[in-house]
């Protein structure tokens, strides 16, 4: 049984950056303010990730990393939630399948902080012949998770990722996009031991400043911005904000981040049909970047989407995508005047 639980927490987990993907998406849930990460080994020996969101009540820490249960779903999810993502409340399960997981915790309300340490699903003792109940600690408000040595009971996963620095490569990516999309959170990553980080975000700042920040000045310059919405007298069922450059300076594909209802996705379409618009109009050496987010009725996303496939899916994809790519060609000619 540990084995199966193992490979599927595997398809949920496939690298230290789906899991910190993971983590952040908990924490901003959680209404954090402030994230900060701390890597070691790209992740595999430790990745930590602290922050000063809501926290979670004692009495919620032993169903935790549970299997999506009846109890799971009561407790943790709601509904907006479910339908957005269909299967949900696997992450920490799955962590915990794969990885030594630690939890520090403190709700605003409660007196202290407590340490919850798990394994398989289940709570269990910090040493052996210890009782598994979470112990009172001194801790903030908020939320600190650890992961340790992950993958260390998958050895063939493990090995496979034997390149640290691009995995922190893919941590730092997964962390720039979701500071360009939270830019009122401060985001730092760092190396275990290192006292400067390699990546700090203020709070209070805007998508703008985010982006010129993590992607350089050159791209600030040239930034536009278009917001697209269903064309409609009646209650809008989507809407989007798209931020642009013509070239970006830095790089020879085009950097596409793309959010649907604030998680990260991908969605080869969309991606292909964004670089259709840009065809034929960038000088040679020279790739776009752009940010798309877009809100779309949580009930209208594909609910059967498997963590394990990447790509999104939702209601009148097509037709939502070709208005974006059109008013997209729109702004682009109109600044070429
Ligand atoms: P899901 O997010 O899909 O519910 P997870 O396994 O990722 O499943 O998390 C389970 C639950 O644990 C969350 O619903 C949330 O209530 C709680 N939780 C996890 N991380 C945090 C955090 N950083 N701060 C507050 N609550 C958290
Ligand atoms: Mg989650």
Same mark, same amino acid.
């Given at each position: 049984?540990?084995?199966?639980?193992?490979?599927?927490?595997?398809?949920?987990i496939h690298r230290p950056a789906s899991a910190l993907k993971?983590?952040?998406?908990?924490?901003?849930?959680?209404?954090?303010?402030?994230?900060?990460v701390?890597v070691k080994d790209g992740g595999l020996k430790l990745l930590?990730?602290?922050?000063?969101?809501?926290?979670?009540?004692?009495?919620?820490?032993?169903?935790?990393?549970?299997?999506?249960?009846?109890?799971?779903?009561?407790?943790?999810?709601?509904?907006?939630?479910?339908?957005?993502?269909?299967?949900?409340?696997?992450?920490?399960?799955?962590?915990?399948?794969?990885a030594?997981?630690?939890?520090?915790?403190?709700?605003?309300?409660?007196?202290?902080?407590?340490?919850?340490?798990?394994?398989?699903?289940?709570?269990?003792?910090?040493?052996?012949?210890?009782?598994?109940?979470?112990? @009172?600690?001194?801790?903030?408000?908020?939320?600190?998770?650890?992961i340790?040595n992950l993958f260390?009971?998958? @050895?063939?996963r493990l090995s496979a990722l034997r390149n640290a620095s691009e995995e922190y490569a893919r941590i730092l990516d997964v962390l720039?996009?979701?500071?360009?999309?939270?830019?009122?959170?401060?985001?730092?990553c760092?190396k275990?031991?290192?006292?400067?980080?390699d990546?700090?975000?203020?709070?209070?700042?805007?998508?703008?400043?985010?982006?010129?920040?993590?992607?350089?000045?050159?791209?600030?310059?040239?930034? !536009?911005?278009?917001?697209?919405?269903?064309?409609?007298?009646?209650?809008?069922?989507?809407?989007?904000?798209?931020?642009?450059?013509?070239?970006?300076?830095?790089?020879?594909?085009? !950097?596409?981040?793309?959010?649907?209802?604030?998680?990260?996705?991908?969605?080869?379409?969309?991606?292909?049909?964004?670089?259709?618009?840009?065809?034929?109009?960038?000088?040679?050496?020279?790739?776009?970047?752009?940010?798309?987010?877009?809100? !779309?009725?949580?009930?209208?996303?594909? !609910?059967?989407?498997?963590?394990?496939?990447?790509?999104?899916?939702?209601?009148?994809?097509?037709?939502?995508?070709?208005?974006?790519?059109?008013?997209?060609?729109?702004?682009?000619?109109?600044?070429?005047?």
């Amino acid at each position: 049984e540990s084995l199966i639980n193992r490979i599927a927490a595997g398809e949920i987990i496939h690298r230290p950056a789906s899991a910190l993907k993971e983590l952040l998406e908990n924490s901003l849930d959680a209404g954090a303010t402030t994230i900060r990460v701390t890597v070691k080994d790209g992740g595999l020996k430790l990745l930590q990730i602290q922050d000063n969101g809501c926290g979670i009540r004692q009495s919620d820490l032993p169903i935790l990393a549970e299997r999506f249960t009846t109890s799971k779903l009561s407790t943790f999810s709601d509904l907006s939630k479910l339908t957005t993502y269909g299967f949900r409340g696997e992450a920490l399960a799955s962590i915990s399948h794969v990885a030594h997981l630690s939890v520090v915790t403190k709700t605003r309300t409660s007196t202290c902080a407590y340490k919850a340490l798990y394994a398989d699903g289940k709570l269990v003792p910090a040493q052996r012949g210890q009782s598994e109940e979470p112990k @009172p600690c001194a801790g903030n408000d908020g939320t600190t998770i650890t992961i340790e040595n992950l993958f260390f009971n998958t @050895p063939t996963r493990l090995s496979a990722l034997r390149n640290a620095s691009e995995e922190y490569a893919r941590i730092l990516d997964v962390l720039t996009k979701y500071a360009i999309h939270n830019p009122k959170v401060s985001f730092t990553c760092k190396k275990a031991g290192s006292s400067s980080p390699d990546l700090g975000t203020p709070s209070a700042s805007t998508v703008r400043h985010a982006i010129k920040m993590l992607y350089g000045p050159s791209i600030e310059k040239e930034l !536009v911005q278009v917001m697209v919405k269903e064309d409609t007298k009646h209650e809008e069922s989507w809407s989007s904000e798209v931020y642009f450059t013509n070239a970006n300076y830095q790089a020879k594909k085009m !950097v596409f981040l793309l959010f649907i209802n604030s998680r990260l996705v991908e969605s080869s379409r969309i991606k292909r049909a964004v670089e259709n618009v840009y065809t034929g109009i960038l000088p040679k050496g020279t790739a776009p970047f752009v940010y798309l987010s877009l809100r !779309v009725d949580p009930r209208s996303v594909d !609910v059967n989407v498997h963590p394990t496939k990447k790509e999104v899916h939702f209601l009148n994809e097509e037709e939502i995508t070709t208005q974006i790519c059109d008013a997209l060609q729109a702004k682009i000619a109109e600044r070429s005047h």
